[in-house]
């Protein structure tokens, strides 16, 4: 092939390096507009695509226990949380996330792991509702961000009792109480 440079013209071997950078200039020279929106169209293409399967919760729900729950337990927590909520994101389902805290509020020795999950879901509000064992040092752990006063026994909700939580509240976050009191009207009704 020849390519003039400067005053001269070459002949480059074909497959050479320097040739497949010359083509490569070439096609960037005459198709750069075609190629950059290529680009866009398929990252936003990709985008759309990603979103499309991402679920939208409703609701964000942590359970804070010692001991864990199963994935039996926290499947039939999901569905009867599910049933009492409504539609809060417009997708026509309701989805509810449960977060899932291994640790004793009172205790010392906690896994530090699970205690800055926790901090980032109360700094971040993520949960609006947390079903725990001691609703007075979940209020002293938060500085109030959940009055035990509020706290509701899941030994009076008939719709929860057999999930496994029968020693535990049901403790609204104090901000997100109006987001949250249809579910909670729902599961005490």
């Given at each position: 092939?020849?390519?003039?440079?400067?005053?001269?013209?070459?002949?480059?071997?074909?497959?050479?390096?320097?040739?497949?950078?010359?083509?490569?200039?070439?096609?960037?020279?005459?198709?750069?507009?075609?190629?950059?929106?290529?680009?866009?169209?398929?990252?936003?293409?990709?985008?759309?695509?990603?979103?499309?399967d991402t679920?939208?919760?409703?609701?964000?729900?942590?359970?804070?226990?010692?001991?864990?729950?199963?994935?039996?337990?926290?499947?039939?927590?999901?569905?009867?949380?599910?049933?009492?909520?409504?539609?809060?994101?417009?997708?026509?389902?309701v989805h509810?996330?449960?977060?899932?805290?291994?640790?004793?509020?009172?205790?010392?020795?906690?896994?530090?792991?699970?205690?800055?999950?926790?901090?980032?879901?109360?700094?971040?509000?993520?949960?609006?509702?947390?079903?725990?064992?001691?609703?007075?040092?979940?209020?002293?752990?938060?500085?109030?961000?959940?009055?035990?006063s509020d706290?509701?026994?899941?030994?009076?909700?008939?719709?929860?009792?057999?999930?496994?939580?029968?020693?535990?509240?049901?403790?609204?976050?104090?901000?997100?109480?109006?987001?949250?009191?249809?579910?909670?009207?729902?599961?005490?009704?």
């Amino acid at each position: 092939m020849w390519y003039t440079v400067g005053q001269r013209q070459e002949i480059l071997p074909a497959g050479s390096e320097k040739q497949m950078l010359k083509e490569l200039q070439n096609f960037w020279y005459y198709y750069k507009v075609q190629t950059v929106i290529a680009l866009i169209v398929l990252a936003a293409g990709g985008y759309l695509l990603s979103q499309r399967d991402t679920v939208k919760y409703d609701y964000d729900i942590a359970i804070i226990s010692p001991f864990g729950c199963s994935d039996g337990q926290l499947a039939e927590i999901r569905s009867v949380l599910e049933a009492a909520g409504s539609d809060q994101t417009g997708d026509g389902e309701v989805h509810v996330k449960l977060h899932l805290y291994r640790l004793s509020l009172g205790a010392d020795g906690q896994d530090s792991n699970e205690i800055g999950a926790l901090d980032a879901d109360l700094v971040g509000r993520v949960s609006g509702i947390f079903f725990t064992e001691d609703p007075e040092a979940f209020e002293e752990a938060t500085n109030g961000l959940g009055r035990a006063s509020d706290a509701i026994p899941v030994r009076e909700i008939e719709k929860l009792s057999g999930c496994g939580l029968d020693g535990f509240s049901l403790l609204p976050r104090k901000d997100a109480q109006e987001k949250y009191a249809v579910m909670r009207n729902a599961l005490t009704a």
